[in-house]
């Protein structure tokens, strides 16, 4: 892709990167098996497709991690909390 589709394409994002919106987007980033281009993306989300092999499968794995283990202080007794998870129940208890 030459500079000037590469410039037309980022105007039809808005300048801004295809996946975050952040701006200045500077890599070119296409399907590996296919070639076809996919848009210009910044370098953090550009490299995290990377991280995740393109494979959609991968990533909504960990969206459904990032969503499901966050741990909660919940109040169980005055004063007492316990540590729990929506998808992972209690934390296994610490023993001395």
């Not at 990533?59 to 909660?72: D, E, H, K, S, V």
């Not at 109040?75 to 023993?95: A, E, N």
Request: with cysteine.
């Amino acid at each position: 892709m030459g500079e000037k589709e590469f410039q037309e394409l980022l105007a039809e994002q808005g300048g801004v990167c295809a996946i975050c919106g952040g701006e200045d987007p500077q890599h070119l980033d296409h399907d590996h098996r296919t070639g076809w281009v996919r848009g210009i993306l910044c370098f953090n989300c550009n490299g995290g497709l990377g991280q995740f092999r393109d494979s959609p499968a991968r990533l909504a794995r960990a969206i459904t991690y990032l969503r499901g283990t966050t741990w909660q202080r919940v109040l169980i007794h005055p004063g007492v909390f316990q540590m729990c998870s929506p998808t992972r129940g209690r934390p296994p208890s610490q023993r001395s």
